[in-house]
């Protein structure tokens, strides 16, 4: 799906205009992808970027990462799965 109609959808459901409906798209997909990096350091913070924050949450939480470590050693043990795929069939595909 484009990211044109993903944002005209947000604007829609939650009655917000153009520019911040492409904002809140921007910062979850910045949130989605810190969380392929499989790294802790990437992590938002919560009261600063709700949206990047709540995003790699659900991108981490899809790993099923159940260590302490994993923001040290979650890029080596981590097996790929479907953010892996959409990172690769979204930027990828245009670089």
Known sequence: MPD?????????KFELSNEDSE?????VYGGIFR?????????P??????LAYFS???VIDSYKIK??????FASKTIE?????DFYDKVWRSNS
């Not at 913070?45 to 709700?50: L, S, T, V, W």
């Open 4 to 12: 044109s109609v993903i944002s005209q959808l947000v604007q829609k």
């Open 23 to 27: 904002f809140a798209v921007g910062r």
């Open 35 to 43: 969380g392929i990096t499989k790294n802790g350091f990437n992590k």
């Open 45 to 50: 913070k919560e009261d600063n970027d709700p």
């Open 56 to 58: 790699f949450n659900k």
């Open 67 to 72: 260590t302490a470590w994993w923001d040290i």
């Open 80 to 84: 790929r799965n479907k953010w892996d």
